[in-house]
């Protein structure tokens, strides 16, 4: 996918600034940190996401896919970066990195 595509879908559709650094972070593949929110503490939110979820009886399907790659990230060169760096995981995956 147009990585300028997915910046103007994030610009266009979620006009959140939060969501705006997000879009720059993985069009740039720059997944630092310091501006951001660690990939650990994304790993956190997603588990309380993720019980949340099992105790409502929800299949939440796309936390699973998430916290799986946020596991990726960490046990990879990806440890110290921000949770965008998600979609590196995902381009790694896809054969396209």
Do not use: C
Not at 31 to 59: C, E, P, T
Not at 63 to 75: F, S
């Amino acid at each position: 996918m147009d990585l300028a595509f997915v910046q103007q879908f994030f610009q266009m559709a979620l006009a959140h600034p939060a969501m705006k650094m997000y879009a720059e972070k993985v069009r740039k593949r720059d997944y630092s940190a310091d501006a951001g929110f660690a990939m650990s503490a994304g790993l956190k939110d997603i588990r309380l996401m993720l019980s949340a979820a099992d105790q409502a009886g929800v299949n939440f399907e796309i936390g699973k896919i998430i916290e799986r790659k946020m596991i990726a990230a960490l046990a990879g060169d990806l440890a110290a970066a921000d949770w965008s760096a998600t979609a590196e995981v995902t381009r790694r995956e896809s054969d396209l990195a």
